[in-house]
Each structure stands twice: as C-alpha cells, then as structure tokens.
C-alpha cells in the first residue's frame, strides 16, 4: 500500500512538471532579441575566444546554425575541457544589452561525434 502511495505522488509530481514546465527555454541566437528572463541558448562557438571563466570571464561568441546570428557571451566558472572554436554548446543566462550573462556551471559542450554523419565503410 506505502509502495503504490508513493509511486502514485511520483507519477503525479511527473505529470505536474511535464505539464507546467518549471524548464529553460532553449533558444538560438536569432531567436534571443527582445526575450526576458532566463533562457538556454545553443550555438556555435566563432571567432577568438578570451578568458578562463575564473580570474578573467570567459568571452565568446556563439552562432546560429545558419550562420546569420551571432550573440555574445560572458560567462564565469568552470569551463569544459572540450570548450573551443568551432564547438556547439549550450548555455543558460539572461540577455543584458544584447550579451548573454552565463549563469556559473551552466556551459556544456556538446559531443561532436554524436551529432556526426556515420562514416562509410
């Protein structure tokens, strides 16, 4: 009976969440202008990269997909080893004056080799 209690307030508790999102919005840096409150953002990292997140921020540019949109970032705290040009992340933060403020611990590169073409053999 405590068995089916508890997975019952489970399933609701997951419902619940699904339903009302409590989650980031994850965005491209097109679709940032004019956005309020806390969003994720994916994209490419371009252009020269400077900083180590801790004495001195981390700044770097990401870029949408289609290459037309860029945003810049400053970010602070720790920094993935798979961090640089060229890589896609993905980031959260609040958009001040047209610069994404990375939140601390929120930068994660994404694997290239998942998102690759399988080679032919």
Avoid: N
């Avoid at 004019?34 to 953002?41: D, K, N, W």
């Avoid at 981390?58 to 705290?77: E, N, S, W």
Wanted: glycine share 12%.
């Amino acid at each position: 009976m405590i068995a089916l209690s508890i997975a019952a307030a489970l399933a609701v508790f997951v419902l619940y969440t699904s339903a009302f999102g409590t989650g980031t919005p994850s965005l491209s840096p097109s679709q940032l202008p004019g956005h309020q409150g806390r969003v994720s953002v994916v994209g490419k990292v371009v252009g020269r990269t400077s900083g180590d997140g801790h004495e001195q921020a981390l700044r770097f540019t990401l870029r949408d997909r289609d290459g037309a949109t860029t945003v810049p970032v400053v970010y602070r705290g720790s920094v993935p080893d798979l961090f640089r040009r060229g890589r896609e992340v993905v980031i959260e933060g609040r958009v001040v004056s047209g610069t994404l403020r990375a939140i601390p611990g929120t930068l994660v590169t994404k694997c290239p080799s998942k998102y690759a073409p399988a080679k032919k053999a």
